[in-house]
């Protein structure tokens, strides 16, 4: 059996590249609303004093503690003491990955000094699975 199919390459071309932009353009909004899931993952774990590697943090030096104390602020160490961090955290994506970063280069520095004794920016398996079913909803 034989098919033969009459069409014209120009309108089929017109096509393709129009379903490729579409597709690109969902892959950007799937990896837009990823990274933003993935910034919430952080924000919540941090917030209850867990970091994705060994989970609690690491306590407060006594003298840091009662600082904070001092201040008004709890005992717990959830790396939050004015909001100003985490509140800089942002994302961005393209149609290739996506980013999660600190706008403010001095809320950047503090959150790399924070990661070396409190590791919270990053992902356990258990939330990269997570963000990964995130994406495939997201890209539907």
Not at 18 to 43: F, H, P, Y
Not at 96 to 123: D, H, L, V, Y
Request: no cysteine; glycine share 8%.
């Amino acid at each position: 059996m034989e098919v033969k199919l009459k069409t014209n390459i120009n309108d089929v071309k017109k096509r393709l590249n129009k379903e490729g932009k579409e597709l690109r353009a969902s892959i950007k909004r799937a990896l837009s609303i990823t990274a933003q899931s993935g910034i919430n993952i952080i924000e919540a774990r941090t917030s209850k004093g867990e970091g994705f590697k060994s989970g609690s943090f690491k306590k407060y030096s006594a003298l840091y503690e009662a600082f904070r104390v001092r201040k008004g602020r709890g005992k717990n160490p959830d790396l939050s003491f004015t909001g100003q961090m985490l509140g800089s955290m942002t994302s961005k994506a393209s149609n290739t990955q996506a980013k999660i970063f600190f706008t403010r280069a001095a809320e950047a520095k503090k959150a790399a000094m924070s990661n070396k004794t409190r590791p919270f920016f990053g992902f356990s398996r258990r939330e990269e699975k997570q963000l990964g079913q995130i994406f495939f909803k997201a890209l539907k």
